[in-house]
């Protein structure tokens, strides 16, 4: 059998941000696209009032608007980029001021919002995401890192550059690891809190990566600051982009070889081992104490419920 025709399911498309259709044709883009791309009958826009995602509340959400729309509604124009295309056609972003009040049927909303509770179907909070993550990062890099001059948009937004020193800059993304330590022996796994965590809600450990190092020595790194746990074998799960403001969240299995936890107090409130008879109830919003996981749009809540639902 062919390798690539052997049965496989790719977990990340199940995460919330991922199925995003838009073909970005980055490399193929001029300084004329974003006129060229609005030119279409078909092209619609992304709007954002500062991290808020405008939708439209007809029979179903919308989350998309005409050029006419977007400026009716205040598009900044010098703010808009160009996401790529879809086969509806052209799709852009832009940001528009924040305001009390929109125009009915129109209203803001937190994109944490929309992905909890399901309001867009799963290429739309993909499309979504990546607006979000690149008029952030545009508003964030005006002035080049290299010679502090002010730095000017190209390619529809695909790239900046500094008109001073010539310098290109490009849209980054952050790694981070999310990882879930899991004790075999004990069939329990490790769980902690940050102080900024909602009450009683307990999360996989995480952490940036750092240059030069492996996804794999970032989990065994993290776990060991944090929690002061001893890692092996750590077995990537999936991805899933972040757009808070523009990680990738890769999420893994961990193998723990120790079983004292030593939290890193700076970090964590609080982090012990929980049974899988507890992160069950956890998970069904049944726990004597109200303790609770990340919502189900969090790719923390796959890693914690995969594992309380099955393999060991």
């Known amino acids: 059998m062919n390798f690539f025709e052997r ?5 990340s498309g199940e995460n919330a941000f991922a199925g995003n259709p838009i073909d970005r044709q980055a ?14 009958p078909a092209a619609r826009i992304h709007l954002l009032a500062e991290d808020r995602p405008l939708i439209r509340f007809g029979s179903a959400p919308e989350a998309t608007f005409t050029e006419r729309e977007a400026e009716a509604l205040g598009l900044a124009r010098e703010s808009l980029i160009l996401l790529g295309f879809t086969p509806e056609g052209p799709r852009l972003a832009g940001n528009v001021a924040e305001r009390e ?4 049927p129109v209203k803001a909303v937190d994109l944490r919002s929309l992905a909890v509770q399901a309001l867009l179907p799963a290429e739309e909070l993909g499309a979504l995401a990546q607006a979000r993550s690149m008029l952030a990062w545009h508003q964030s890099h005006a002035f080049c890192a290299r010679c502090g001059s002010k730095s000017e948009m190209r390619g529809g937004g695909a790239r900046r550059e500094c008109p001073a020193c ?22 329990a796994c490790l769980l902690g809190r940050q102080p900024r965590f ?27 600051e944090e929690a002061g746990i001893d890692i092996g074998r750590v077995r990537y799960h999936s991805s899933q982009p972040w757009p808070f403001v523009s990680s990738l969240m890769i999420g893994c299995h961990a193998e723990a070889l120790s079983s004292a936890v030593t939290p890193d107090e700076s970090e964590l409130e609080d982090c012990r081992w929980f049974s899988r008879e507890e992160v ?8 004597p104490d109200g303790l609770a996981v990340p919502p189900r749009m969090a790719i923390a809540n796959r890693l914690i419920s995969e594992w309380a639902k099955g393999g060991s």
Request: net charge negative; glycine share 8%; aromatic share 6%.
């Open 198 to 224: 909602a009450p009683g809600v307990y999360s996989a450990l995480a952490g940036f990566m750092e240059p030069g190092e492996t996804m794999e020595a970032a989990v065994r790194r993290e776990i060991q």
């Open 280 to 287: 069950g109830t956890m998970l069904a919003g049944t726990h």
């Open 101 to 104: 009040t929109w125009p009915e």
């Open 27 to 40: 490399e193929h883009r001029s300084e004329t696209s974003i006129a060229e791309a609005l030119r279409a």
């Open 166 to 187: 010539g310098a290109p800059h490009f849209p980054r993304v952050d790694p981070v690891v999310i990882m879930l330590a899991i004790d075999a022996a004990a069939d």
């Open 7 to 11: 049965p496989y399911a790719e977990m």
